[in-house]
Every structure is written in C-alpha cells, then in structure tokens.
C-alpha cells in the first residue's frame, strides 16, 4: 500500500492547478443513464472514484470511454470521457459496488425514470456517520415510486413512468436534490423541489441537464422547478472546478506559509472559506486566472467556523480548517453541523502534537501547538488531507498510511504541492 512521506518546514510559492470538482464529476456521469444518446464530459478528475463508478456503469450497460491524453498536454487538466448508456442492460447495483463508493446509490433516480424499476444496494453507514438515505426516497416516492427495501436492497418501481410533484426536503441534502433532480427531469407534468440544496455542485448538475434538453429553472436557489421531458439527448459538458481542493490548498498555503495562485479556482465557490482564511490573517486575492493566497511571515489568528449548506462554511473543508488552526495564536471552535461523526482527524492530528477538546459537535483547537512529525493513519477523504496540511507546518517527517482515501478525492496532489517546494513523496511499497 503506498504511503506519503512529507518533511514540514518549507514554505509553498508557484501555482496549483485546480482540477474538476469531484463532487460534480460523479453526478453528472451518473446523469449519463437518463439518455440514450451520449454524454460528453470535459476535465473529469483522474481520480479513483471516477474510476470505480465508470465500472459500476459499465454494469448497468454504460459504454464509458477516457480518451488519451495528448500530446503536450498538462498532467492536471483532468480528462475527457464519454458515456452513452444506448442500451441499460441490468438495473441493480449490487452491494459490493455500492458499499465502496456511497454516491454509486444515486444510480436510484436514473435507472427507475428512464426503466421503470432498479435495485440498489442500501449504502450503508461510513467513517463520518450513518448517513441514511430517507429523503433520496422520499423524493422518489413524491414523484410516484414504489420503494420496497427486501434483503439490503431498495427495490424501487414506477411501471408507468414518474409523475412530476412538489417535493419538500424537511433537511437540505445534496444526495435527496441530484435524486429529485435527475427523477424530475423525465417525470410527467411540473416539479417542484423545495428546501433543495444550492451547492454549485447541483447548478453543474442542472446546466448539464439542460443541455441535454431538460426543462429546469432556479437550480443555485432553494425552490427548483422543474418541467419534465419524454426524453434527453447527449451533450458536451466541463465538469466546474473543485471548490473543496481550491479550499484545501488555499488553507495548505496559509499553513506554510508563502504564495500560490489556484489556476481556474473560482472564488464565489467558496467565499466562506475564504472569509475564514482572510480573518485568520492570509491575503486572498481573486483574479481572472484564479486566487491567490499569500501568506507571509505574520502569525494566524484564531477563527471560529461552523459548518453549513452552502454558501456555508462546507463540511468537506472542516479537517483542513482545523489543521490549520493548530498553528492560530489563541483557541478556535470549530462547529460541525453536517455529519454527526466527523471528527475522525483529531486522534491522528493529537499524534502531530495537536490539542484538540471535542464536546459532542465542537472541537475545541488550541493554537500555538508545537507539530512534530509523526506516522499517521489517513481515515476518510478530507481527514486524510488535513493530516497533510498539518504535516506541511510539523518539524521532521511525517508518513501517511492509508493514502488510497486521498487518492479518492484529490488529483495528482504530491505532484501538486511539490512543484510549489513541498517535501513530500510518494512511497510504494512493492
Ligand atoms: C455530499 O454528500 C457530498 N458527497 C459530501 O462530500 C458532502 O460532505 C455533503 O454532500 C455535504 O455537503 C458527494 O457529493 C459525492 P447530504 P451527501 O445528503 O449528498 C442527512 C466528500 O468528502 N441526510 O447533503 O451524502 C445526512 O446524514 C463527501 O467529498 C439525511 O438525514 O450529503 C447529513 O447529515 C463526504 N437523510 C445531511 O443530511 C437523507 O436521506 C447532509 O447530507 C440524506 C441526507
């Protein structure tokens, strides 16, 4: 299993590419099952996820392609796959796919508006949480699905086809509105999704939508109306850029120290994250080509940050905001609303050195710690990476076990943050 070998103290100066969003990539491919026709998608991230769910497409009869990198082409501008789902073969998604990749169950809304019936395995709870999916059903079942759960499976039915409805989500979901979402499109008569999420990632959905001919009006709001169509064609799409790596290496950089520009990041994607970087002292400096983070010689100041829906404060950068806070002057909150588990990165960053207090969904971070390098246990995507950031500021070496988690979730990243000065490796155990 490789590892990732990195020695603290140098201080990051260059430019990171950002890459496409995964978070994006994986619905939009799954979108691909709505269509006949193909589905063209434009720096999709080379990532293991993306990997693995064009094999769980390739189940349900997905021609999924990659085409070659050419020549002179820079190693970060992700690729481009086309998917065209001509024929669905097989409508169930077995437990052994699901249960390695949670957002394999979106599946679900696909396959049960364009075939009428699936069989999705139930996820299953993960390292952040239970994470249940009652509302990914419950939206289905307003636009007129059966849901029976037999054996772990939900067995999901709409022999006539889906039928449009208002659809109103007690709890904003990003998994319940892509459901209702890529339900909606091909269901009969109006829909209308209310309390939906407005994570870009859901307005990237969207616009791909209507490109492929669908009818859908206020995605980034709180109300989506929708108007369904009998069918969808294909479509060219640009997978939008990965607010949550941009956010990642933003706080990477305030960590050491020094200056990046993010290439292509966008900095309306993750204003939040940037207020909190520009309260605990890094200059941000959004420009046409991307943002800018500098952060030079002045101390951090403590921030405290609660996590939210967007345009919240996001989840997915709670771990690196935390690692980031170890080197504050003084103590921050840290308050994660999200996910009921999500503290998985204070046990491996105690082992840096980190003085973290945690009171049910509070961490309380102590500034000024003393970081030494230390071995260390990725255990989920975005806790992995903040081990990263704190080892990029800890005296000595650190070594990441585990690093198939990052592999998940971010791009190329030793490449990345070396290229900038970082000392950091990748080690391969044959
Ligand atoms: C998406 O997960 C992301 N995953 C997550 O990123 C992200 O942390 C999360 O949204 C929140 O932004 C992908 O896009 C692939 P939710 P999702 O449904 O859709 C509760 C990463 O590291 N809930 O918005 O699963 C749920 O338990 C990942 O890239 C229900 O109660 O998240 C949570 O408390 C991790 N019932 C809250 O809603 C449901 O049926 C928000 O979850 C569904 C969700």
Known sequence: MDRIRIVGGQKLNGSIAISGAK????????????????????????LSDVRLL????????????????????????????????????????????????????????????????ARVSLPGGCAIGTRPVDLLLMALERLGTQIEIDAGYVVAKAPKGLIGNRIHFPKVTVGGTHTALMGAVLARGESVIENAAREPEITDLADCLIKMGAKIEGAGTSTIRVEGVTSLTGAHHTVLPDRIEAGTYAMA?????????????????????LDSLTASGAEIIATN??????????GLRPVHVTTEPFPGFPTDLQAQFMALMLKANGTSHIRETIFENRFMHVQELARLGA??????????????????????????????????????????????????????GFEALEQKLGRCGAEIERVSER
């Not at 950089?253 to 993750?270: C, K, S």
């Not at 080509?289 to 002045?298: D, H, L, P, S, Y």
């Not at 710690?369 to 800890?394: F, H, Q």
């Open 54 to 117: 064009m094999r769980i497409l390739g189940n349900h009869g997905v021609d999924a392609a990659i085409s070659g990198k050419r020549a002179g082409q820079a190693f970060d501008n992700g690729d481009t796959i086309t998917l065209s789902a001509r024929d669905i073969v097989d409508t169930t998604a077995p437990y052994e796919l699901v249960a390695k990749m949670r957002a394999s169950f979106w599946v679900l809304a696909p396959l049960v508006a364009r075939m009428g019936e």
């Open 355 to 408: 003085k973290i207090k945690l009171d049910g969904d509070l961490a309380i971070v102590e500034g000024n710690a003393a970081l030494k390098g230390a071995p260390v246990m990725a255990t989920d995507l975005r806790a992995s990476v903040s081990l990263v950031i704190a080892a990029l500021a800890a005296e000595g070496e650190t070594m990441i076990h585990r690093v198939y988690h990052l592999d998940r």
């Open 289 to 298: 080509e991307g943002v800018r983070v500098k952060r030079n010689g002045a």
């Open 253 to 273: 950089v305030a960590m050491a120290g020094g200056d990046v520009l993010l290439e292509h990041a966008r900095a309306d994607l993750f204003q939040s994250a």
């Open 23 to 46: 978070n994006a990539a994986l619905p939009l491919m799954i979108a691909s099952l709505l269509s006949r026709d193909t589905l063209t998608l434009h720096g999709v991230p080379r």
